[in-house]
C-alpha cells in the first residue's frame, strides 16, 4: 500500500494492476472506464513527481532532474491518448470495423505497455531498461497487428523483424557496456548503474566504448525511427489503429532518443573515446531531408504524419548531437513539444477519416468548410508541426538554429533546407485538405476534440511563454547532459 | 583462470560459431531447425561451463531454461508449424550459398578486427566470447536477410539471441535480470511469431514473406 501511496511506485503499479485486471475484463465498455481512470490516477501521480521527489528508492529506481520531464510527459500523453482511444474504439465497434474479439487485449496492452515505458525510464540499470524496451516493443507489435488486415499484419510483420534485431543490437551495446565498466567498478548491478558509469568513464576503454555505442545508437535509434533504420515506421504507423499511431509517435518514438542520451553522457565523460556529435548529426540531417521530400509523395495521410515524425526525430538527433546548453535546451524542449503535438494531430487525424471513412489524402476537402472545428483544429496542429509561431515547436526549432548557427553555420543551413522542404511539403497537402469545397463525408459527427485541446493548448503555452522554473529545470538538464 | 578452462570455453564459443556457418548454406528447413537445435544445446554446455569456471551457479539456471527453450519447446512447436503448413521443403535463398558464405567470412572475420584488438581492460573469457558473439549476431543477420521464407527469419532471429546469451554470460557477473529476461523474450517472441505465422498462413495462402510486398501501403 504505501508503495501505491508513493509517486514513484504508483506510476509504475498503476498501469501493472490495472493490465492484470483488465486482463480478465470482457466487456470492452467496462474495460475503457477501468483503462481511463488508471490513465488518470497515474496523471495524478506523475504530477505529483512535479512537486514532491522522492528518494531512497533502492538501487534499481531513481528519479532525477532528466527522466521526470519524461514520466510527467507519458503520462499526459498517455491520459489524452486514452480519452480519444475510448471514443475511437467505440466508434470502430459501432461501425463494425472491429469486432469485440480484435480489441479483447487493447486495454491490458495499453497499461503494460505505459508501465513498462514509465519503469523504463524510471530505472537507473541499463539493463533493465533494456528489457522495458523490449517489452514495449512487443506490445506495440501486437497491437499493430490489431486491425487483422493485410496492410496491418505486414506493417507488424515488418516492425517486429527490424525492431527485434533493432532491441538485439542495443542489448549487444548494454552487454559491450558492461564488459568495459565491469573490470573498472567491479561485478553485479553498479556496472549497469548510468551514475556509477558516468562517474567512472574515464577510467573506461575508450575504443569499446566506441563500439558499443555505435551499437546503442543503432538498436535504439531503430525506435526513434533515424534514417537508414526508419523502413519499419511509415507502415506501423499508417496501419495500426490511430491510437498506437499517437502513442508511437509520441511516446516510443521519445523513449527511443532518451535511450541514446542516457549512453551519450557515458561516452561524453570518457575524454579519450569519440565524440557522439558528428555520428548523431549525420543521422539527424539526412532524417531530416530524406523525410522532407518524401513528404511530397505521400497520398495517405497517416503516412504522411509518420514521415513527419522521421523528420522531428532527426532534429532532435541533430540537436543534441550539436551539443552544448542550448541545443539541448532545445533538443530537450522539441521532443517534449514533438510528443503532444504529434500525439494531438493523431487524434485529430482520426477524427478526420472517421468522418470521410478513409486515409487517402485526395478524398479529403474542405475540412474547414463542412467542419469548422474540427477543421480548425487540424489547420493548427499542422501549423505546430511545422514549427510556426505561435506553438512551442516554433521556440525549440528556433533555438535548434540559433545553436546551429553559433556553432556550424554550414550545417544550419542545410537543416533550414530539410526545414523550409518539409514546410512546403505539409501545407501543399493542408490547402486542399482544409478549404475549398468539402468532399462528401461517410459520417457527419466526429469525436470529442478536448483531448487535441489539451496536447496543442500546452504547446501553445510554452510558444508564447516558458515558466521560469520549468526553463531552469530544462537548463539544469542541459547541462547534464554535456 | 586456467588454460584449460579457457581453452574448453573457447572450443564450445568456436562450435556455435561453426554451426552458424552450418545454418547458412541449408536449404532446407528441418535441417536448418536441428542445426539450431544443436547450436542452441552447445549454448546451453556452454553457459553451464561459465557457471563453472566463474563460481556463479545461478547460470545453471539460464542454461536450464536454454535448454527446456530453445533445444525443447520452440524447435518443437515449430516442427509442428512446418508440418501443419506443409511447408514446401526448399527455402529459398536470395543471395546463392557461395556469396553467402564468403560475407559470412567477411563479417567473421570484421568482428574480430573490431573487437580482439589490445583490450587488456577486459578480461577472462570475456573478450574472446564478446568476439565470438559478434560474429554469431551478424551471422544471424546476414540470415535474416538473405532469407525470404517467414519460418528460417524466425530462426535467424533465434540465433541472433543465442549470440546474446553467449555475450551475456561471458560477461563475468553480469546481473542475473537480464539473462532471464533474455530467455523469458525468447518465449514472447514465439508467442508473437506463432500468432502471426498463422494469420500469414489464413491470408495469404504461403509463409513467403515477399509476398507480402504485394500489400505494401504504398502503391495508390
Not at chain 1, 480478465?24 to 481512470?37: E, H, T, V
Not at chain 1, 548529426?281 to 509518420?306: C, E, H, N, P
Not at chain 2, 567477411?106 to 573469457?125: C, D, F, Q
Request: glycine share 8%; proline share 5%.
Amino acid at each position: 500500500m504505501s508503495a501505491l501511496l508513493n509517486p514513484a511506485g504508483a506510476i509504475l503499479l498503476v498501469p501493472l494492476l490495472a493490465g492484470v485486471i483488465l486482463a480478465f475484463i470482457k466487456n470492452y465498455r467496462i474495460a475503457s472506464w477501468i483503462n481511463l481512470a488508471a490513465a488518470s490516477l497515474t496523471l495524478l501521480a506523475a504530477l505529483r513527481l512535479l512537486v514532491w521527489r522522492p528518494v531512497g528508492l533502492g538501487s534499481l529506481l531513481a528519479v532525477d532532474d532528466f527522466n521526470i520531464v519524461f514520466l510527467v510527459l507519458n503520462a499526459i500523453v498517455g491520459f489524452t491518448t486514452t480519452v480519444f482511444a475510448k471514443d475511437y474504439l467505440a466508434h470502430e465497434m459501432s461501425s463494425g470495423h472491429l469486432k469485440p474479439w480484435h480489441i479483447r487485449f487493447f486495454h491490458p496492452l495499453y497499461q503494460i505497455l505505459m508501465g513498462a515505458m514509465n519503469l523504463a525510464y524510471l530505472t537507473s540499470i541499463a539493463g533493465l531498461m533494456w528489457v522495458q524496451i523490449e517489452i514495449a516493443t512487443l506490445i506495440t507489435i501486437l497491437m499493430v497487428g490489431i486491425p487483422r488486415t493485410h496492410e496491418s499484419l505486414e506493417a507488424a510483420w515488418k516492425y517486429f523483424i527490424l525492431g527485434s534485431v533493432g532491441i538485439s543490437l542495443a542489448l549487444f551495446g548494454t552487454i559491450l557496456v558492461y564488459s568495459v565498466a565491469q573490470p573498472v567498478v567491479g561485478d553485479g548491478l553498479p556496472a549497469m548503474a548510468f551514475t556509477t558509469l558516468v562517474a567512472n568513464a574515464a577510467k573506461f576503454d575508450p575504443d569499446m566504448l566506441n563500439l558499443a555505442f555505435v551499437f546503442i545508437l543503432l538498436g535504439y535509434g531503430t525506435k526513434a525511427g533515424l534514417f537508414p533504420l526508419h523502413a519499419w515506421l511509415p507502415d506501423a504507423y499508417a496501419e495500426g489503429p490511430t491510437p498506437v499511431s499517437a502513442i508511437l509517435s509520441g511516446l516510443l518514438l521519445n523513449l527511443g532518443i532518451y535511450a541514446i542520451l542516457r549512453f551519450k553522457m557515458v561516452l561524453t565523460a570518457n575524454p579519450l573515446a569519440m565524440a557522439p556529435g558528428p555520428l548523431l548529426m549525420t543521422l539527424g540531417l539526412v532524417s531530416v531531408i530524406f523525410a522532407a521530400l518524401m513528404l511530397y509523395r505521400r497520398s495517405d495521410l497517416k503516412r504522411f504524419f509518420a514521415y513527419s515524425s522521421i523528420e522531428h526525430a532527426g532534429i532532435i538527433a541533430f540537436a543534441f548531437g550539436l551539443g552544448g546548453p542550448l541545443a539541448n535546451f532545445a533538443g530537450l524542449l522539441h521532443m517534449a513539444m514533438h510528443s503532444l503535438v504529434k500525439s494531438g494531430t493523431f487524434f485529430a487525424v482520426g477524427n478526420v477519416m472517421r468522418l470521410k471513412g478513409t486515409q487517402k489524402m485526395a478524398a479529403i476537402r474542405g475540412l474547414t468548410n463542412s467542419h469548422p472545428a474540427l477543421g480548425w483544429v487540424f489547420v493548427a496542429a499542422v501549423v505546430a508541426i511545422a514549427g510556426l509561431p505561435p506553438f512551442g515547436l516554433f521556440t525549440a526549432e528556433f533555438l535548434v538554429l540559433t545553436a546551429a548557427f553559433q556553432q556550424q553555420p554550414l550545417l544550419a543551413a542545410v537543416l533550414v533546407l530539410g526545414l523550409v522542404i518539409s514546410l512546403g511539403g505539409l501545407f501543399w497537402r493542408l490547402n486542399p485538405m482544409a478549404f475549398g469545397e468539402p468532399s462528401p463525408n461517410a459520417e457527419d459527427r466526429h469525436g470529442p476534440l478536448w483531448p487535441i485541446a489539451i496536447n496543442l493548448g500546452l504547446v501553445l503555452l510554452f510558444g508564447i511563454f516558458i515558466p521560469g522554473p520549468v526553463a531552469l529545470w530544462f537548463q539544469h538538464v542541459a547541462k547534464l547532459l554535456g | 583462470m586456467s588454460t584449460f578452462a579457457f581453452d574448453v570455453s573457447h572450443f564450445l564459443s568456436g562450435t556455435i560459431l561453426l554451426l552458424s556457418f552450418a545454418m547458412l548454406y541449408q536449404d532446407r528447413l528441418p535441417p536448418l531447425l536441428n542445426i539450431f537445435i544443436a547450436q542452441s544445446l552447445v549454448l546451453a554446455l556452454s553457459i553451464t561451463w561459465q557457471a563453472y569456471t566463474q563460481n556463479e551457479p545461478q547460470l545453471l539456471i539460464t542454461a536450464g531454461l536454454e535448454l527446456c527453450v530453445k533445444v525443447v519447446l520452440i524447435p518443437f512447436v515449430l516442427y509442428t508449424l512446418i508440418r501443419r503448413l506443409k511447408i514446401h521443403r526448399t527455402v529459398e535463398t536470395v543471395v546463392g550459398i557461395g556469396p553467402s558464405m564468403i560475407a559470412g567470412m567477411a563479417l567473421v572475420g570484421l568482428s574480430m578486427a573490431l573487437i580482439l584488438r589490445e583490450h587488456p581492460a577486459i578480461g577472462g573469457t570475456a573478450r574472446e566470447d564478446l568476439a565470438f558473439a559478434l560474429s554469431v549476431l551478424l551471422l544471424g543477420l546476414l540470415m535474416m536477410v538473405t532469407r525470404r521464407n517467414a519460418v528460417s527469419q524466425v530462426i535467424g532471429f533465434m540465433a541472433i539471441e543465442n549470440s546474446l546469451v553467449l555475450a551475456a554470460t561471458g560477461a563475468k557477473g553480469m546481473p542475473f535480470v537480464v539473462e532471464t529476461c533474455v530467455a523469458f523474450s525468447a518465449l514472447v517472441a514465439l508467442i508473437v511469431i506463432g500468432v502471426f505465422l498463422f494469420r500469414i498462413r489464413e491470408r495469404f495462402d504461403s509463409v513467403d514473406v515477399s509476398i507480402l510486398d504485394h500489400f505494401r501501403g504504398e502503391q495508390p
